[in-house]
């Protein structure tokens, strides 16, 4: 089933589509009428998780996984769902899109998984929603941020959804913060520094498209591309330098973005340039760098203090306490997505259908500590994430590495994202 992208009420069209199917589904459940899902009320449920847990950025998946077993583990002592406990079956794809692929075929058709939480980063997270698109199976996008995952309907699947931040929240939260800075310094050349691929492709381009938008005299005088996992950045460096650009923009990540760092320091980039890292603020990322500098403008990733509530402050130090890593934008984002998984069962009374689940998580709104007022909701209309965390935050040398953190609206996210939404033809 595909979604028809003809009228333009998806969203009401989508919930007639999902409720017939569901009833279509509870038919012909066996000679006795007694639904397959009630049969196996005693054995766990089993949610596939692919992602990267090796190579460089293998802390991320890592604090993916320490994420996911603790919500699940607060879910089973607490009963579990229907008197089934949840289980998690994970997967070392090494980031690469045919494994990742490969491994949630085999996560379903023989480790016997009900539910896929598709923990991979952008490149491997597109193969990912071709195959559950094609096995029609449950999913959630949790780490992703390229914003055409979900925004773009021709990637739109009726039973795919998104718990992760979207690469067009961060550009116009960026956006609004860097023309502020760059306004108040009088700063107007900028440089770039994002990795070769889809996402970084695509965010560094929303990022100053909004820069621009906001502080109109902008002007980006070089652009450099290094390569995924790419172990010498000294080509790129140099390039930067050479440029001579007063203000520079990086969307690298994880094990990548701490080798540029460590690099860069060795020729005083940071001391030449006001720098803007979305991606900075994870602790892993922090704490890895050798020569933190101060005032780099980083992202909002996940932080104990940002929201600054005891809810948060509790989950981290639940999550401190039952994990050997470091928490990550992963983290929280995977976090999510069990509570996500497990509310929606709450709603379909344990039943795993994919139809079910997919009704009962469009339009879901659960209590959170990592939404702004301590809640996220799922979308209807595009089934991503909102009312998460954005803004960007000062670094500092020491503990808590970030702070003086400056929050974007969500009214402002929403208006200025309809625009892009029609601009780029998504609305």
Known sequence: MKKSHSSPRRGLDRRTVLKGAAAAAAV???ITGFPAYLKAANTPIKIGVPTILSGRVAILGESSVAAINNEIRKINEAGGIEGRTL??????SRGKPDEAARMTRDLVNNEGCEIILDAEASGASFAVNEVV???QQYCIHTNSETSSLTADPKNQVDWVFRSCRQGIHDAVGGGLVAAKVVKEKGLKKWATISPDY???????EEFMEYVKLFAPETEVITETWPKLFQPDYTENVTALL???PEVLYSCLWGGDLVAFFDQASLYGLFDQFTAFAVNLGDYPVLTAIKSRPAG???????HKDIPDTPENEAWYESYMANSNVLPTNWAWQNAAAINFVAEALKKT???TDTMKMAEATSGLTINSPFGVDGTLTIRDEDHTLVNYMVGYSKTIVDEPYVVGFDQTAWSEIYKHEADWKKRNGYA
Do not use: K, L, P, W
């Open 296 to 302: 780099v403008y980083s992202g909002s990733r996940y």
């Open 133 to 135: 698109r094609d096995m």
């Open 242 to 244: 050479n440029a001579q």
């Open 349 to 351: 009374g344990g039943n």
């Open 87 to 92: 289980e998690a079956v994970f997967r070392d």
């Open 198 to 204: 889809a996402y970084g492709r695509a965010n560094t």
């Open 28 to 30: 012909g459940t066996g």
